[in-house]
């Protein structure tokens, strides 16, 4: 059991390491804490559920061995990754930070503001839809106006902008 245990804990904190990591990244960009669980429970989902049933099936393939000892084990790590994979990671970890809130969940790092919320429509087709547009519409307008500037052999500063075809040339003093 104690090596059953140490064993189980440890294939469990990969996916732990996948979706808290994913979660904090979304909530470092602004997303409020409801959002930020949403949005990183929904780009590792795919992923841990696609690991723990790989892992599944090795740790299964072991059950065909006639070994008494080794079909125990296989048995209950087959059993463990399934239910750390379908009931852990997609239900009491999110459950678990929703419940201790921001301010707990990642105490003592210091979060951006809240500006993004994927929670403000009831309908979920036109919050999916609006939620898109205007990550779209932000995107656009940060690739809109970049311009760059740098300096050319000849010594002239040459400014560049996307939003323009043109490039102007500017003489340096």
């Known amino acids: 059991p ?3 245990f140490s064993i189980i804990v440890g294939l469990a904190l990969d996916y732990d390491v996948f979706l808290i990591s994913r979660i904090l990244e979304f909530r470092m960009e602004g997303y409020d ?3 930020s669980i949403i ?3 929904h780009a590792t989902g795919s992923l841990i559920t696609a690991a723990g049933i790989i892992m599944a099936v090795a740790f299964g393939g072991l059950m065909l061995s006639t070994s008494p000892a080794l079909y125990q084990w296989s048995f209950l790590l087959t059993v463990a990754v399934l239910l750390d994979t379908f009931v852990i990671r997609t ?3 999110p459950i678990t930070i929703g419940f201790t809130g921001s301010k707990i969940s990642w105490w003592p790092k210091i979060l951006p503001e809240e500006r993004i919320s994927l929670l403000e429509s009831s309908s979920p087709e036109a919050h999916t839809n609006s939620t898109m547009e205007a990550l779209l519409l932000d995107a656009e307008s940060s ?3 970049q311009e ?3 300096i ?3 010594g002239d500063v040459v400014i560049e902008s996307t939003d323009q075809d043109s490039t102007q ?3 340096a003093n």
């Open 91 to 93: 239900l009491v970890v």
């Open 169 to 171: 040339t500017h003489q």
């Open 2 to 4: 104690i090596m059953a």
């Open 39 to 41: 949005a990183g429970l």
């Open 148 to 150: 760059e500037e740098h």
């Open 152 to 154: 050319d052999t000849a």
């Open 143 to 145: 690739s809109e106006d």
């Open 33 to 35: 804490h409801k959002s």
